[in-house]
């Protein structure tokens, strides 16, 4: 698209001479709309290395800007605190996407020129919102982010903004619709050069600048303009602190209020007071830094009282959710200023504030929020509560380890003690009580887990209830038993039956009619015991519920839970469990009696029916052998069947062996029958349905049709079956055909101009050639006005070219035809036969083969363009070279050291934009990177190494070297640094090598066919030639 030499754009060249007014005008819109291309370019790659995200194409970029989403998100990659990504509207552009622009990204713009202010951009480059949002001045946007890349490189946070004037590549399209678009803003260009120029201007404090923006300051009070005003405060050269945008309003005021009262206390101004103190009148940056300070104290002050109420509202809604920890967070705020919130009471501060609250609400007739004070009594009240249960808890705790330690006197102090809440706690049950908790924890601790087998109060209160109860109940127990051997001893039938059935001595299974018998069994009982315990110390040993032991002394009506010391385990009463022995086995002696009387037929036929049970479980034994047995009858059948079977089938395949011929022939014929009856049943079904059957494959080939097509139509590659479908369809038509003929007409055109053009070259170097022959007096004046006059006519004719061409073959003469087909013949040959001009080309001075290219080879073959002429064209290269590698190369090296007149063919026809855009996109970074490094000297000979070496010595000593300066190169490689510097030299040349090669055969695909080709052929060629040597 570009020259060589020149980086404007090549439609924008003259065609024939001195360019007329109206194309220069045209070319530099055409730069102006080039160097804004590139501009744009710039700021779209440094936008892309800050955000490291890839935005549109260049072309698209000012359209992608509009919504402020990167604007944006660049503010938050060099100001994050002003920009929080979180406040990026539609940040992931579904919104836009789905539905275009809205006015909310306007936020985005207003954050992008926030966070510029705040880094100290000079306002003098911020663009206005609607320069953004409505496209109305897109040029300056680019300008302000210009600015910005320079501003924030030199604060060091941003890299540095690229130059791609006369790098970057547009295409005429590309470029004529920018020029378009800057003529539709009706605007002058900015000069980006001279943005460094500008900040360093805009960006230089001193005492001026910080005394202007001052006065700045002054003057926007004065117009009251809060908006003016902010933006002067904010002014970096100004240095004040502490300035935020929500008090625009607030500053306005305080400022001009302190203003009004400094000028009315300032003295009079006199018309001849030249000298006086313009800071009488104005307000110093002192008293401006005090106004903005107080109103930042007066807006704290007015947020704290809103917190205040907003804390307020806060807990006031919180007790009604029920939420404890959103409770005591809004408790626990600073702005309320309540005392003493502890968060581990917050379920009481519910309970209570939550209490407090609907009793305040049930007296007023409605929900009425609760004051400050109410609410800090509630806290107290609910610290107290707290307060409590923690000694409740600390009681119990205590509890709780007396019981582990098995400590029955810790046990009975801490029961006794205030804080446990303990009631009916007896002296007498002290022993009892750590049993019976004890009982009731360990068995806690099998439900639950360790950690919570700890009793808590209620179950303390109950243990203290059930040891109670146990007490009373053994008492009750020992007093009833020591009845009843009162009642034995004196010999009271009736007395004893009374005692017995008394319900607190617990006697079951009591039978009226065995009073005698129990008086009796239970007198020689106790006559026996008395006997056995003569001189026992009198305590009765009780077993009462749950395992509980119960000491009880009759003679003196007292009892212990504890072994008395004098107790030897004797006794001369019966208990309670001897007792109910004695009445449970006279019990059963008369029921066992009665009952045999009462039931003997029952008995006898329970004795048939055993005899009967014992004959049957015999035959059940005698059948379980028999079954048994079983397998092995089962088996010896099984191979008797087996024998016979396997007998059978060896008959019968013999049979079937002898009679092959027969058996073969009866399936043939009943698979023959089988078939056609299958198909006549077959084609009788098809023909009785042949409209169904037509109206299928209508239907079925329509949607194999719709199908190809609809593949044809929407995929990248369709396959080969589905595009032979529809080759009908891609005939050429008459359009085809016109366009055909338009395009090649437009070739010859092309041809034909660009031959004009290289005679009037011809012609120009001619007349250069008779002015300097004139100059020196070797030309008459007369010769040159004549050869300038024949130009000028020549120049004029080019125009009557078109004019003779319609005129066709019918004018000429049968001699001239004659000659016009001898000289079609001779460049079809030329063309189709490449050793004619193969030989040519070595026979012209190697100076004179770019001129025979351009004005011989590449007019014949119409300068390639079409296929064919192309094709014929890398024929004839290919056969040149091979010829010249043939008859000129002995070595690879002369192809590498020399200058091959095929090769600079080959160069100079695919110097143009045939292939010159792969290349430069291919190697321009490599050729670019080698350059730049200014360290990479490649000097392949010992004898330059040598010398280069000399010289950096003296260089760095400052004295002439002891060495000599010519040497061969065997005495340059005996010197130990000449062969490191060749070692480096070789490595850097192979590194750089190796980068070249890697990026050709990384991107073979991009490289042009014919060079390609080219290539190829010199590689066979050069292989061809090393076989032959």
Not at 5 to 29: H, I, N, W
Not at 230 to 250: Q, S, Y
Not at 375 to 402: F, T
Not at 956 to 967: F, I, N, R
Request: one cysteine or more; proline letters at 3%.
């Amino acid at each position: 698209m570009f020259d060589e030499d020149d980086s404007l754009p090549v439609a924008a060249e003259p065609r024939f001479g001195r360019a007329s007014g109206a194309e220069m005008d045209l070319r530099r819109k055409e730069q102006i709309a080039y160097e804004y291309l590139c501009h744009l370019e710039e700021a779209k790659l440094w936008m892309e290395a800050c955000l490291e995200d890839e935005l549109p194409p260049t072309t698209e970029l000012e359209e992608a800007l509009r919504n402020g989403v990167s604007l944006a998100r660049l503010s938050h990659f060099f100001a994050p605190e002003v920009v929080p990504k979180k406040r990026i509207y539609d940040i992931d552009l579904k919104r836009f996407e789905e539905k275009g622009l809205h006015f909310k990204h306007t936020d985005n713009i207003n954050y992008w020129v926030n966070a510029m202010r705040k880094v100290g951009l000079p306002p003098i480059f911020y663009p206005t919102t609607t320069d953004i949002y409505d496209r109305k001045n897109m040029p300056k946007v680019v300008y302000c982010i210009h600015a910005l890349s320079i501003y924030l490189f030199k604060l060091g946070k941003a890299p540095q903004i690229q130059d791609l004037h006369g790098i970057a590549e547009f295409t005429e399209e590309e470029i004529s619709a920018m020029q378009k678009a800057l003529e539709q803003y009706g605007i002058q260009m900015p000069h980006f050069g001279k943005i460094g120029g500008i900040l360093a201007k805009e960006m230089s404090v001193d005492e001026a600048a910080v005394h202007a923006a001052i006065l700045a300051i002054n003057e926007a009070i004065d117009h009251g303009d809060s908006a003016a005003t902010l933006a002067a405060l904010n002014n970096p050269v100004a240095g004040l602190l502490n300035v935020e945008l929500t008090n625009a309003e607030r500053y306005q005021e305080s400022l001009a209020k302190e203003k009004a009262e400094k000028v009315a206390k300032a003295p009079p101004r006199s018309d001849d007071d030249a000298e006086g103190d313009v800071y009488d009148y104005m307000l110093t940056k002192k008293e401006i830094q005090g106004c903005v300070t107080g109103v930042g104290v007066i807006v704290q002050q007015e947020i704290a009282a809103k917190k205040f109420a907003a804390g307020m509202d806060t807990i006031n809604s919180e007790i009604e959710s029920d939420d404890v920890e959103a409770l005591v967070r809004s408790l626990q705020n600073p702005a309320v200023g309540l005392a003493n919130v502890d968060a581990s009471n917050g379920a009481y501060y519910l309970d209570v504030l939550k209490g407090m609250k609907a009793e305040k609400g049930a007296v007023a007739g409605d929900s009425v929020p609760l004051t400050k004070d109410e609410i800090q009594a509630g806290v107290q009240k609910s610290n107290e509560s707290a307060q409590e249960d923690r000694e409740l808890a600390a009681a119990v705790a205590s509890i709780n380890d007396a019981i582990d330690k098995e400590d029955a006197d810790a046990l009975f102090a801490v029961l006794q003690a205030t804080g446990a809440k303990l009631h009916d706690v007896e002296t007498a049950q002290k022993v009892h009580y750590l049993a019976v908790m004890a009982e009731a924890k360990k068995h806690k601790g099998e439900i639950f887990s360790e950690s919570e087998a700890s009793l808590n109060q209620g179950e303390i209160q109950s243990g203290i209830q059930q040891a109670n109860y146990h007490a009373a109940e053994a008492l009750a127990l020992a007093s009833s038993i020591s009845s009843i051997n009162s009642a034995v001893e004196v010999g009271d039938s009736a007395a004893t039956l009374a005692s017995l059935q008394a319900k607190p001595a617990k006697i079951k299974r009591i039978t009226a009619e065995c009073a005698d018998a129990y008086q009796e069994k239970l007198k020689a009982a106790l006559e026996s015991k008395k006997e056995m315990a003569v001189g026992s110390s009198g305590w009765t040993e009780y077993e009462v519920e749950h395992g509980y032991v119960f000491y009880y002394n009759p003679s003196t009506a007292e009892y212990s839970w504890e072994k008395p010391a004098e107790h030897d385990g004797r006794t001369s009463e019966l208990i309670q469990s001897e007792i109910q022995a004695i009445v449970s086995r006279v019990s059963a002696d008369f029921d066992r009696e009665t009952l045999l009387k009462s039931k003997e037929p029952l008995i006898i036929q329970l004795q048939a029916r055993v005899r009967g049970l014992l004959i049957r479980r015999k035959f059940r034994n005698r059948v379980r052998f028999l079954r048994e047995q079983e397998p092995h009858v089962v088996k010896l059948q099984a191979n008797w069947k087996g024998a016979k079977q396997r007998r059978a089938f060896k008959d019968r395949l013999q049979y079937f062996s002898d009679n092959v011929a027969a058996v073969v022939k009866i399936q043939a014929f009943v698979r023959g029958w089988l078939a056609r009856r299958q198909y006549e049943r077959r084609t009788k079904y098809m023909k009785d349905n042949v409209a169904a059957v037509v109206k299928i494959q209508s239907w079925l080939r329509g949607h194999q049709a719709r199908k190809r097509y609809k593949n044809l139509m929407n995929a990248d590659r369709p396959p080969v079956e589905t595009v032979r479908k529809f080759l009908h369809l891609l005939d050429h038509s008459d359009l085809d055909f016109s366009e055909e003929l338009e395009l090649q007409k437009m070739k010859a055109k092309i041809v034909t101009e660009i031959r004009a053009n290289q005679q009037l070259e011809a012609d120009l170097n001619v007349m250069d050639i008779k002015i300097g022959l004139l100059v020196r007096n070797r030309l008459e004046l007369q010769d040159v006005v004549n050869h300038g006059r024949r130009l000028k006519k020549r120049r004029g004719g080019d125009s009557g070219i078109a004019a003779v061409a319609p005129k066709g073959l019918k004018t000429l003469s049968k001699e001239s035809r004659q000659r016009l087909e001898a000289y079609q013949h001779l460049f079809y040959l030329l063309q189709t036969n490449p050793n004619y001009f193969a030989k040519l080309v070595f026979e012209m001075p190697q100076s004179r083969t770019n001129k025979f290219m351009e004005n011989v080879v590449l007019t014949v073959f119409n300068y390639a363009s079409n296929q064919r002429e192309e094709y014929l064209l890398l024929k004839l290269f290919e056969t040149a070279l091979k010829e010249e590698i043939t008859s000129k190369v002995d070595t690879l090296k002369e192809i590498i050291t020399g200058n091959p007149t095929v090769i600079k063919m080959v160069v100079h026809f695919n110097r143009g934009a045939r292939g010159q855009s792969q290349l430069r996109e291919l190697l321009q970074p490599l050729v670019n990177e080698i350059i730049s490094n200014k360290s990479l000297v490649f000097h392949t000979s010992p004898v330059d190494v040598y010398k280069a070496w000399i010289n950096q010595m003296e260089q760095e000593t400052g004295q002439a070297s002891k060495l000599p300066y010519d040497v061969s190169n065997d005495q340059a490689l005996s010197h130990e640094d000449v062969k490191r510097r060749m070692g480096d030299t070789i490595r850097a040349l192979k590194d750089a090598t190796g980068k070249f090669l890697s990026s050709i055969l990384q991107s073979v695909s991009k490289i042009p066919y014919g060079m390609r080709y080219v290539a190829m052929q010199l590689r066979l060629a050069l292989k061809e030639r090393s076989e032959e040597r």
